[in-house]
């Protein structure tokens, strides 16, 4: 399609006529797409736009930056890097509501620099694809707003001030691509005179319905071409206007120098202090790629040669690994995971501030330094405010609400909980087997029997037939969990320290629960599968002695698992690997395992049971006399432990409808602790109780 511009002179109006085309070849000096900063209604996160509301912004937003993702602090608020600046907007216009539609729209033109090009190819490819959704549009305001009971939202009066409109994954108030314009240039634009100042009626504003384009608007120029005699003020007005588009061409040209100095920076491996002497070098200089490229070469070639030499040994920098573009949503669940001192990949993220509160970490994801977002009871500051008063506040339409909150903090809580509970002491899986299992049914676990010694096949006989008896373990796993929840007091208090305890204390409780049932199976002594208790003394199985724990006591428990016998009769010679006991009988089990001699012995005899046995002290076992041994699982079955789904640690739930049930009614988000397991005794031959 072809569009006419006017551009007024002062003694006539110019027509340069050129052509903007879409679905093309892009030129790279033309990374211009239309696109819809927001749309009138109610939005994901709550707040409502009337078209006064749209009004207000699209008289702000032209010239306004761009940049990827919202500020990631409050001081961002007031002054972001040039490294997250990836264009700006012009031709804004607020677009009146459609037939069939109640609220309209506004939309604008934003330009993406030449240093964005990870940007302009992620919108070209989502263009390509037909898949608009990848990436959007999220206003970031300052803004009165107050509850409105029949919008059922939080109503947007007045719009105060634009921070930014942001590139972000998740907007929530539909902003959106729309299409790719294509300006192009080919040729020499044809120019036109006229004496009126009015535009020619196909070049009239038209509302911009998603199809139609606004012409952008251009400085007024002084025709030189005019046939009219000029008058030395005219020739005056006409070298300021020369000057004045000469300085704004310069300053271009600066500010596109200065970002590919940090673009070429942020590609090389040079330590920070040769790329501050470079900034120094080429601060507020236009110049040259080649100039940039020499000089970098040469300050490498330097810093090699100091290295070579041994006057310096290292850089101290570590290049930032690149591989993906790192999204907004990933430095803040980073900074949450700071938060609770866990790692952050910082080769990988680079340098994150963890939060240093937990009502800072609410008042960046949701915007809301009110704390409101539990409730709208609430206030903002020291400013007490009526239930219909306007409140002020930030508003952000990105995908950050309380929801997006809860899951953040549940994340980081999550990676707390499986941290703790995987450092809890955890030595009776040494000694029982670890199996997946699909659901709560009850599980089976067939034992089959044994064969006695092989029959004696005589010359041309036939050979004899044996049979195998079996027997069956069977258990039926359990839920076991908790609700936690995190208070909106708590966030008001900003109380970390309170916050930082729940995963680790969960982490405690899981762990502690867990082993208290594996023990259990050793304290209670439970009548096992084939309907005996588990250790007998004599009869059944034979695996239970009478004497306390020492040297002597052990041997006659090795003699006994030494001698169980298979479903055949026949003798196994089973061994124990661990020594099992309750925290009181801890050093006595360290010295009959760990001395020479035989404790106690008046002819220092050698003892026998020396590095035998592995100990293991249980808090869990309550008696103080009794102790166990069991043999390696892999050699023998002992005790199996299931856990649903293979999922062996606990796992944090956060409450699916956080606009239900005690969120709403008490102003708390609901966090679900769940772990899920069984077991059952598989086989009495690998295990010994001594009294």
């Given amino acids: 399609m072809k569009k006419t511009q006017t551009i007024a002179a002062q003694q006539g109006v110019m027509h340069i006529a050129g052509h903007i085309c879409e679905g093309q070849t892009l030129d790279a000096r033309g990374h211009d797409v239309r696109v819809t900063i927001i749309k009138g209604g109610k939005s994901v996160n709550g707040y409502f736009y009337d078209e006064q509301a749209l009004q207000h912004i699209a008289s702000m937003i032209d010239g306004a930056r761009a940049y990827a993702d919202h500020g990631r602090s409050e001081a961002d608020q007031q002054t972001r890097s040039v490294r997250d600046m990836v264009g700006f907007y012009k031709d804004a216009q607020h677009v009146p509501p459609a037939a069939g539609s109640p609220y309209g729209r506004v939309d604008a033109t ?135 588009i000469q300085t704004a061409l310069a300053e271009i040209q600066r500010e596109k120098c200065a970002l590919r100095l940090e673009r070429r920076l942020m590609e090389s491996q040079l330590p920070e202090a040769a790329q501050q002497h470079l900034r120094q070098q080429f601060d507020g200089r236009i110049f040259e790629n080649a100039e940039l490229e020499t000089s970098m070469t040469n300050l490498l070639s330097m810093l090699a040669g100091l290295h070579a030499s041994g006057i310096i040994t290292g850089n101290g920098y570590e290049k930032p690994a690149t591989g993906h573009m790192i999204s907004e949503a990933e430095k803040i669940q980073a900074a949450f995971d700071g938060m609770f001192d866990l790692n952050i990949d910082t080769a990988r993220l680079g340098n994150i501030r963890a939060f240093s509160s937990i009502r800072e970490a609410y008042a960046r994801v949701t915007g809301d330094a009110s704390v409101a977002g539990f409730s709208d009871r609430s206030q903002l500051g020291s400013i007490r405010v009526s239930e219909h008063a306007p409140i002020a506040g930030r508003i952000t339409e990105a995908d950050t609400t309380t929801a997006s909150f809860s899951y953040l903090l549940g994340t980081s809580m999550n990676k707390r909980l499986l941290k703790d509970y995987q450092a809890w002491p955890a030595e009776w899986q040494k000694f029982v087997t670890i199996a997946p299992i699909k659901d709560f049914k009850q599980q089976t676990r067939v034992r089959l029997g044994a064969f006695g010694s092989l029959s004696t096949v005589a010359e041309d006989t036939a050979y004899t037939s044996l049979t195998l008896t079996d027997s069956a373990a069977t258990y039926v796993p359990t839920k076991r969990g908790n609700l936690v929840t995190v208070s909106r007091e708590t966030i008001v208090n900003d109380d970390l320290f309170a916050i930082k305890q729940i995963p680790t204390k969960l982490a405690v409780s899981a762990a502690y629960t867990l082993a208290e049932f594996v023990y259990a199976f050793l304290s209670t002594n439970p009548n096992i599968y084939d309907g005996n208790a588990l250790f007998t003394s004599g009869g059944a199985h034979s695996n239970l002695g009478a004497a306390a724990l020492s040297t002597a006591a052990m041997q006659s428990g090795v003699t006994s698992m030494r001698e169980q016998t298979n479903f055949a009769g026949k003798r196994l010679g089973l061994r124990p690997s661990f020594l099992i006991v309750p925290a009181e009988l801890e050093f006595v089990a360290m010295v009959v395992t760990k001395s020479a001699g035989v404790p106690g012995s008046v002819n220092n005899d050698i003892n026998p049971m020396l590095g035998y046995v592995t100990p293991i002290v249980a808090p869990q076992l309550s008696n103080t006399s009794q102790w166990f041994m069991a043999a390696d699982p892999r050699i023998v079955d002992t005790i199996e432990i299931g856990f649903v789904g293979g999922q062996v640690n606990p796992a944090l739930f956060i409450q699916d409808q956080p606009l239900f049930g005690l969120n709403f009614s008490q102003d708390v988000v609901s966090y679900k602790i769940r772990h899920e397991y069984g077991g059952a005794v598989m086989d009495y031959r690998g295990l010994y109780r001594g009294i």
């Fill in 110 to 244: 934003l330009h993406v620099l030449e240093a964005a090009t990870w940007l302009w190819s992620i919108i070209q490819e989502a263009v390509a694809l037909d898949r608009p959704d990848l990436i959007g549009l999220s206003i970031d305001i300052f803004g009165n707003w107050q509850p409105s009971e029949e919008r059922q939202a939080k109503q947007v009066t007045r719009v105060l001030s634009l921070n930014s409109c942001d590139i972000v994954t998740r907007p929530s108030a539909g902003g959106s691509f729309q299409r790719i314009l294509h300006h192009h240039d080919k040729g020499e634009p044809h120019m036109m005179t006229s004496t009126s100042l009015e535009q020619a009626p196909d070049e009239q504003a038209q509302p911009d319905n998603g199809t139609a384009f606004s012409p952008p608007t251009f400085p007024t120029l002084a025709n030189s071409n005019t046939s009219q005699a000029e008058t030395p003020d005219q020739s005056r007005v006409m070298e300021a206007q020369q000057t004045a």
